[in-house]
T-cell receptor, first 114, second 116 residues
């Protein structure tokens, strides 16, 4: 089974802190994704990476950056956390040649910014 | 650009009753369509997918969905709901991004409550 692991289930940070959300997958997938989930808004794509050191902005990249130094790990970075970044963050991965786009999701990190 | 609409924000059904969750999509080419389920506090699990061929697709947990191109719909159904089906359900369409990789565009979700 594919396993996508997000390092923290719950995280509480203060406004202005630099925050790292980590995601690791164990299936050698080329593509990895970070989504934000908010009530009534569904899932919105923040960034995705189609290979190591490669990234592309999603629909809501403002206030976020990402890092993909190794194939299995994809980090989401909040340079200076703000209260409007309080949300559930979901990581996903898939094979590049799997054009039919079955994404596998982690359990999510619920981030609260105070 | 592609989009997905789930018209029902919240649906409540009695256990044992039938269920239909609606999904409409907008996409210029042949769509790849998905239904995911999210139990409370969990990530998303794939229920079923449609790529091509038979327009009625079967998924896990007794769910099925029917692709209707003329109506741009991909509604999810289950003949008899169980209390454990209470969750949030997301419809999604797959499309190629500018970089060439496939992305998913999600609907806003339908929350299902089940009355015992």
């Amino acid at each position: 089974d594919v396993k996508v692991t997000q390092s923290s289930r719950y995280l509480v940070k203060r406004t202005g802190e630099k925050v790292f959300l980590e995601c690791v997958q164990d299936m050698d997938h080329e593509n990895m994704f970070w989504y934000r989930q908010d009530p009534g808004l569904g899932l919105r794509l923040i960034y995705f990476s189609y290979d190591v050191k490669m990234k592309e902005k999603g629909d809501i990249p403002e206030g976020y950056s990402v890092s993909r130094e190794k194939k299995e790990r994809f980090s989401l970075i909040l340079e200076s956390a703000s209260t409007n970044q309080t949300s559930m963050y979901l990581c996903a991965s898939k094979r590049e040649e799997e054009s039919k786009n079955i994404q596998y999701f982690g359990a999510g990190t619920r981030l609260s910014v105070l | 650009a592609q989009s997905v609409t789930q018209p029902d924000i919240h649906i409540t059904v009695s256990e044992g009753a039938s269920l239909e969750l609606r999904c409409n999509y907008s996409y210029g080419a042949t769509p790849y369509l998905f239904w995911y389920v999210q139990s409370p506090g969990q990530g998303l699990q794939l229920l079923l997918k449609y790529f091509s061929g038979d327009t009625l697709v079967q998924g896990i947990k007794g769910f099925e969905a029917e692709f209707k191109r003329s109506q741009s719909s991909f509604n999810l159904r289950k003949p008899s709901v169980h209390w454990s089906d209470a969750a949030e359900y997301f419809c999604a369409v797959g499309a190629r991004s500018g970089a060439g990789s496939y992305q998913l565009t999600f609907g806003k979700g339908t929350k299902l409550s089940v009355i015992p």
